[in-house]
C-alpha cells in the first residue's frame, strides 16, 4: 500500500507533514503512476479521476476548503478557509446527455 499526495501548494504538503501522514510520493500533476489496490491518493482531483482511482482499487481522499478561497496557498491562508480531508467513492454513471437527464427529449 502506498500514500500519494498531489498537490501544488505548500500549504497542503505542510498539514500532511503536521498530521504526520506517511506520505511515500508528492506530486504536483496527476499522471496516474500506477496505483495499485489499497493505495491511497490525497489531493483535490476531478471526479473523473476519483471515478477511475476507485475502480482500480485505489482510496480517494480529496482535500476541501470549508470556503472556497482559491487564493489559499500556504498553511495559514488553507487552515484560516478551513482545510479538510474528506473520502470519496465514485463510479463513473451511465452517459446520459444532459436534456434527457431533464426529460427534454432532443
Avoid at 495499485?36 to 476507485?54: E, H, R, S, Y
Amino acid at each position: 500500500m502506498a500514500f500519494w499526495l498531489v498537490s501544488r501548494y505548500s500549504g497542503e504538503q505542510n498539514w500532511i507533514e503536521l498530521d504526520r501522514m506517511p506520505c511515500d510520493s508528492t506530486l504536483v500533476d496527476w499522471l496516474d503512476p500506477g496505483v495499485t489496490p489499497g493505495d491511497i491518493v490525497l489531493g483535490a482531483l476531478p471526479m473523473p479521476v476519483v471515478a477511475q482511482l476507485n475502480l482500480m482499487g485505489g482510496h480517494v481522499v480529496q482535500l476541501a476548503l470549508a470556503e472556497a478561497d482559491g487564493a489559499a496557498q500556504n498553511l495559514a491562508q488553507m487552515a484560516a478557509a478551513g482545510l479538510t480531508a474528506v473520502c470519496y467513492k465514485a463510479a463513473p454513471a451511465e452517459r446520459v446527455s444532459f436534456l434527457e437527464r431533464l426529460g427534454i427529449n432532443s
